[in-house]
């Protein structure tokens, strides 16, 4: 039986899984997104640092943060350019 977390019972059925403090609903959708990235397998971790860092290259090189020969900067970039 699945108990709704916006009952009485629901609600206590989760404090007492420790995913949730008080009535917040906001640690127990961070404990579901811990959990859910728990169960990736490697192979998908890697992807996602592979993407990550594709898309650093792709915005870092035009916008030059990565200094290369192909795009200058008169200004200097700042300490949070960097994504």
Same mark, same amino acid.
């Given at each position: 039986?699945?108990?709704?977390?916006?009952?009485?019972?629901?609600?206590?059925?989760?404090? %007492? $899984? @420790? =995913? *949730? &403090?008080? %009535? $917040? @609903? =906001? *640690? &127990?959708?961070?404990?579901?997104?811990?959990?859910?990235?728990?169960?990736?397998?490697?192979?998908?971790?890697?992807?996602?640092?592979?993407?990550?860092?594709?898309?650093?290259?792709?915005?870092?090189?035009?916008?030059?943060?990565?200094?290369?020969?192909?795009?200058?900067?008169?200004?200097?970039?700042?300490?949070?350019?960097?994504?």
């Amino acid at each position: 039986m699945r108990i709704g977390r916006n009952t009485a019972a629901g609600a206590e059925a989760l404090r %007492s $899984s @420790g =995913m *949730v &403090h008080g %009535s $917040s @609903g =906001m *640690v &127990h959708a961070i404990g579901i997104v811990n959990a859910e990235l728990r169960r990736w397998p490697a192979r998908r971790w890697w992807i996602a640092l592979a993407s990550a860092t594709a898309t650093y290259v792709l915005i870092a090189i035009p916008t030059d943060l990565i200094n290369t020969p192909f795009f200058a900067r008169e200004v200097p970039p700042t300490g949070w350019s960097s994504p």
